[in-house]
């Protein structure tokens, strides 16, 4: 968080509070969310994408909430002015809970359960991005029993693979999501893509309001963009000749990559606002297409930064290594439960001791979990000083994204709290499970 300074006495302060204070309030492991941070990381976004994209159509961000969810931090993305991406029922229920207006949702999935759609018909969300054949025939029969216009993207799928620094082009049909481009899957241009137009534009209970295409996660540069830009705005012109009509918006998706450790990049909101405005701009051009209005998704870029987790240290245990390197193991009170991006993508995060200050030289160590498998690390590889010791406390930046969110109870160890801590004052917003919390759900 950018609240993060360091006290002469060495102890971390989150937005002013010393974090033994809130170890000691709050227990550990917690995510310790900075709302500033968040908050500043979501207006930078708007701000951005206003500037870039007025004197063309506008421009919406939507919040990519499966990164992080909870009612408090959907009452600041709304007041901050963005918008929010749903993906699942329980995402749209804690949305609709936390009372944003329905019309600013946008509704993800490649699976969408009826009940699912019909929920969010019945809400009113702004948009739902259909992604397959059977959702249209389910959302358009529903639609039309309710007596309503459903507003509906089509996710597009470009084919082109996003990775941290580079893209493959046309590597990445074989994956679940979207309608292919593919001229092979159907023999006609524009592919299933086309055809899922076509279909839309058929069923008068729904209305296509554009295309929508998203590349993927951790892009640090707009060369992936370029590509989907084109392959998209190349399928509108063909629509726009084939049915006369253009899409008046466009949605590019999220995926802007953040620094997990002084090696990383990092994308900044004006970077990709300016880099999109000008590729959709010159693309339109190219196409002699009216410039739709532009939405995108950003999720770890907003909530990423804005948290980290503290966790107490429970044991340390130094093992050699060959070539008579020592690595000293420091075991915290969580794990692959609260953190699973290290053991399920190799993913990589720092940490430093936060509970005081230590002259001791540093010395190679690993952080590992309180879980039963070796693969449970949270930090692989860190220079920790050589006298952390049980009962110091231990923070992992950046965790506000994808971590919290897909916690689990293995081992059957609860979830810990979300705390949220501005302006000298620190909040829970989401509670720590206890072990009642889980008992509760055994009736066996
Ligand atoms: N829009 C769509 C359609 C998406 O599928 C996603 C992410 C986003 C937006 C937001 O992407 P972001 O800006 O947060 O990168 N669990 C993985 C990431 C999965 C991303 C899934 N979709 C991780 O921990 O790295």
Known sequence: PRTVTRGSDGVLRIAGIPVTELAAEFGTPVYLLDEADLRARAAAYRD?????????????????????????VVRW?????????????????????????????GFHGNNKSLSELDRAVSAGVGRIVLDSFDEIDRLAGLAAERGVRAPVM?????????????????????????????????????GAAAEAVRRVLAAPSLELLG???HIGSQIYDAA????????VLELAAQLRDEHGIELPELDLGGGFGIAYTTQDEVFEPTE???????????????YGLRVPRVSVEP???ISGPAACTLYEVGTVKQVELDGGVTRTYVSVDGGMSDNIRTALYDASYSCTLASRASTAPPGLARVVGKHCESGDIVVRDEF??????????????????????MASNYNHVPRPGVVAVADGTARVIVRAETEDDLLRLDVG
């Open 299 to 301: 999720g770890r870029s």
């Open 211 to 213: 295309l929508h295409s």
């Open 48 to 72: 951005a994408f206003d500037a870039a994209f007025d004197g063309l159509a506008g421009a919406d961000v939507y919040y990519a909430g499966k990164s992080f969810l909870a009612k408090a």
């Open 154 to 190: 089509i996710r597009v799928t470009v084919g082109v693979e996003a990775h941290t620094h580079e893209y493959i082009a046309t590597a990445h049909e074989d994956q679940k999501f979207g309608f292919s481009l593919n001229r092979g899957n159907t023999g006609a241009p524009g």
């Open 384 to 405: 920790l000083p050589g006298d952390v010791a049980p009962g110091d406390l231990i923070a992992v930046p950046g965790t506000g994204a994808y971590a919290r969110s």
């Open 77 to 105: 993305i709304a007041e901050e002015g963005l918008r929010l991406d749903v993906c699942t029922g329980g995402e749209l229920a804690v949305a609709l809970a936390a009372g944003i207006d329905p019309a600013l949702i």
């Open 272 to 286: 990709i606002a300016t880099a999109l405005a000008k590729i959709v701009e010159h693309e339109c051009a190219a």
């Open 224 to 231: 992936g963009f370029e590509v989907s830009t084109r392959r």
